[in-house]
């Protein structure tokens, strides 16, 4: 850490309690007292102070709103001011408008006292900085004993085949993993009656299984029109069986379990005549070869990274299909009344009334992909063969480690990773339906459709996190346990008045949450320049107004206008970071402007975020089945063959983004 890394972080640290000060009052000796405290523990430990101790510090205090008194914690800055004022003696005047000198919470908390602790704790909590090769080798142990704590699956998974008649599908259900007097079926290392799981639950949640996936249609005839467009397509990640410099639409390989059911002359190529195969290895004429995903760390906070897999490039093109079918078919089923993909607000707004009335719980799950077995899978899908057949088809079987020596390579029994296109979709269309049974079984309600709909209106999904009744979080639990699947104690939230769903933190009906600085430098690249920009505009609608002029003092080399803040329906801008927001309005005294005679409007000279890849075309087949099965398909026209670079098709060979000078219309 350089001298002027700490230096800009003692600005962050003053502009933070700068912006405080009104919440502490009249306690001015305490808020100095605070302010100094921690400048010296900055100084002493580093960014660490930032990123990992004052984290650390927030989710204790969400535990003790949740409990409903204070509990020391042995947490750095957390010792107590003394046996008779049971609040850290650290921001006192701030935890005393919380919680009363013995450590209660107090009927009527400061609301902003709250908010106030959080940001301070919270505001450098998500940089996404590298984080230390300890961290980074426990995220690893924690994957793999994951996985080794999984059952494994009933059905062939490991096969090119998943079964070998469709009854054997029909035979296995979620009472397979419950203990019946003189039947052998028990599992060991697991004992449903720990969970409080008997079969009744079972069933239920078989039942509301059975009847949701069923309703979901057949997946093998694909929709593609002017509603719904269900089509293969490429992420914009890497892959993990080609160089940079490949095309992802070179399908020199094509499994025989991906054949099956996604059959190359299909979905793979726009003329088998272009296709070449190497001699070797050839049967009939495809290469029937499965490249391992390949497990990779990638930043997401000090404490620790995110760990994903990047998949082999077929496997990819397939899941993007299957994650967009799941994604159309939910709107036509029941699920549409607690699952929106691409809008978190139904669940924020639930996390909100949880805040203020207690009737809602938000739950988080922990390692919620990784936890998320075949083994579950195949019965939660066992009526809808052709989405059953399709996962595996595009399942890939085997990872191989590329972080460290933890393990060389392994054979997977959880059904994704992060990384598959198809984990999102999938976990919470499971997490749904497991969430609607715990509601039938909670009101002792019969299993039909009128019941799962009415149960459906009561909750909802977003990937992991999960908002429902309070009374129906009990149940959940147990079912939940039973699929081998881990709540997250320290994110679920149902006694107090704090809630936290698909980021919005709530307490009592008021938004708590904090900004964040996901990325900084003093001397900002491009691309972080872009993110402080959000940054700067998060802190100022959250009214810290001197910490956002803090962050934008090193932004001072981008030509960068001052927007008014306005509602989203009606702004100009499609994204936050286009310009620093203000309640003052428009200003533009410091930009370049000039007259723009063809369109007869005023322009103004600002930097924008672009995209500054390289693409080289592949003057070949590649080309011309990105020309045909691509995401952008519908604006291309067949010039771009002639010209590929004009139509985006090619391989980028150099990634990167970059803040140009351009002349715009701000108004």
Same mark, same amino acid.
Not at 346 to 369: H, M
């Given at each position: 850490m350089t001298k002027r890394l700490v230096h800009s972080l003692e600005g962050y640290v003053t502009a933070v309690f700068t912006d405080l000060r009104p919440t502490y009052g009249s306690a001015i000796v305490d808020w100095k007292r605070d302010l100094n405290r921690s400048l010296h523990e900055l100084g002493n430990r580093g960014e660490r102070l930032l990123t990992i101790d004052f984290p650390a510090i927030r989710k204790h205090l969400e535990k003790c709103l949740e409990e409903g008194s204070y509990i020391p914690s042995g947490l750095p800055l957390s010792r107590c001011v003394s046996r008779k004022v049971q609040v850290p003696a650290f921001c006192r005047a701030l935890y005393l408008q919380v919680f009363d000198v013995d450590g209660k919470l107090l009927t009527e908390p400061n609301a902003s006292a709250i908010a106030d602790l959080r940001q301070l704790l919270e505001g450098f909590g998500k940089l996404k900085n590298p984080c230390k090769q300890e961290a980074i080798d426990e995220e690893v142990k924690t994957f793999l004993t994951n996985e080794n704590e999984l059952k494994k699956p009933t059905l062939a998974w490991s096969e090119d085949s998943l079964y070998a008649d469709p009854s054997d599908v029909r035979a296995i259900s979620f009472s397979d993993g419950i203990r019946r007097p003189g039947k052998d079926v028990f599992l060991p290392g697991f004992d449903p009656a720990d969970a409080g799981i008997g079969v009744g639950d079972a069933t239920v949640l078989q039942r509301v299984c059975d009847i949701i996936v069923s309703s979901f249609g057949d997946f093998h005839l694909e929709r593609d029109d002017e509603v719904v467009t269900e089509?293969?397509?490429? *992420?914009? *990640?890497?892959?993990?069986?080609?160089?940079?410099?490949?095309?992802?639409? %070179?399908?020199?390989?094509?499994?025989?379990?991906?054949?099956?059911?996604?059959?190359? %002359?299909?979905?793979?190529?726009? #003329?088998?005549?272009?296709?070449?195969?190497?001699? #070797?290895?050839?049967?009939?004429?495809?290469?029937?070869?499965?490249?391992?995903?390949?497990?990779?760390?990638?930043?997401k906070t000090m404490s620790g990274p995110r760990l994903i897999g990047s998949e082999p490039n077929y496997h990819q093109w397939i899941q993007q299909l299957i994650r967009a079918q799941i994604e159309s078919r939910v709107k036509s089923t029941v699920l549409r009344n607690c699952i929106s993909f691409g809008d978190q607000n139904?669940?924020?707004?639930?996390?909100?009334?949880?805040?203020?009335?207690?009737?809602?719980? /938000?739950?988080?799950?922990?390692?919620?992909?990784d936890r998320l077995s075949c083994w579950t899978i195949e019965r939660a899908l066992r009526a809808n063969l052709t989405l059953l057949d399709r996962i595996h088809a595009s399942r890939t079987r085997w990872m191989r480690n590329a972080i460290n020596d933890a393990f060389s390579s392994i054979v997977l029994r959880k059904c994704f990773t992060q990384g598959s296109a198809c984990t999102f979709p999938v976990q919470t269309v499971v997490y749904s339906m497991i969430s609607i049974a715990a509601v039938l079984i909670t009101e002792g309600r019969e299993v039909s459709k009128w019941s799962i709909t009415r149960a459906a209106r009561k909750v909802r999904v977003f990937g992991d996190d999960i908002v429902i009744p309070t009374n129906t979080l009990p149940k959940l639990r147990c079912?939940?346990?039973?699929?081998?699947?881990?709540?997250?104690?320290?994110? /679920?939230?149902?006694? *107090?008045?704090?809630?936290?769903?698909?980021?919005?933190?709530?307490?009592?009906?008021?938004?708590?949450?904090?900004?964040?600085?996901?990325?900084?430098?003093?001397?900002?690249?491009?691309?972080?320049?872009?993110?402080?920009?959000?940054?700067?505009?998060?802190?100022?609608?959250?009214?810290?107004?001197?910490?956002?002029?803090? &962050?934008?003092?090193?932004?001072g080399g981008f030509k960068v206008p001052t927007i008014a803040i306005r509602d989203s329906?009606? /702004?100009?801008?499609?994204?936050?970071?286009?310009?620093?927001?203000?309640?003052?309005? &428009?200003?533009?005294?410091?930009?370049?402007?000039?007259?723009?005679?063809?369109?007869?409007?005023?322009?103004?000279?600002?930097?924008?975020?672009?995209?500054?890849?390289?693409?080289?075309?592949?003057?070949?087949?590649?080309?011309? /089945? %990105?020309?045909?099965?691509?995401?952008?398909?519908?604006?291309?026209?067949?010039? %771009?063959?002639?010209?590929?670079?004009? *139509?985006?098709?090619?391989?980028?060979?150099?990634?990167?983004?970059?803040?140009?000078?351009?002349?715009?219309?701000?108004?």
């Open positions: 089509r293969p397509q490429h *992420g914009k *990640g890497r892959v993990s069986n080609l160089r940079r410099s490949q095309s992802k639409f %070179d399908f020199t390989d094509w499994p025989r379990k991906l054949d099956r059911i996604f059959p190359y %002359d299909r979905y793979a190529v726009s #003329d088998l005549g272009a296709a070449s195969f190497e001699n #070797d290895n050839v049967e009939g004429f495809l290469r029937n070869y499965e490249a391992p995903s390949k497990l990779i760390a990638v930043p139904p669940n924020r707004a639930l996390a909100l009334q949880g805040s203020r009335d207690g009737s809602i719980a /938000t739950v988080d799950l922990k390692s919620a992909s079912l939940l346990g039973f699929l081998q699947l881990s709540v997250n104690s320290n994110k /679920t939230f149902h006694k *107090g008045k704090f809630r936290e769903s698909c980021g919005l933190d709530a307490y009592d009906g008021v938004d708590v949450t904090p900004a964040r600085v996901k990325r900084f430098s003093p001397n900002p690249s491009h691309d972080i320049a872009q993110s402080m920009i959000e940054a700067t505009n998060n802190f100022y609608k959250r009214g810290m107004w001197h910490t956002a002029h803090w &962050l934008r003092g090193y932004l329906e009606k /702004t100009v801008f499609t994204k936050v970071g286009d310009g620093f927001q203000s309640i003052l309005g &428009l200003q533009t005294d410091h930009l370049k402007s000039r007259w723009n005679p063809r369109l007869q409007r005023l322009e103004y000279q600002v930097h924008k975020l672009a995209s500054n890849s390289k693409k080289v075309p592949t003057q070949s087949a590649y080309d011309l /089945t %990105d020309y045909l099965f691509g995401s952008r398909v519908k604006e291309r026209s067949i010039k %771009d063959l002639l010209f590929p670079l004009n *139509g985006g098709l090619g391989v980028v060979n150099k990634e990167s983004a970059v803040m140009r000078l351009g002349w715009s219309a701000l108004s």
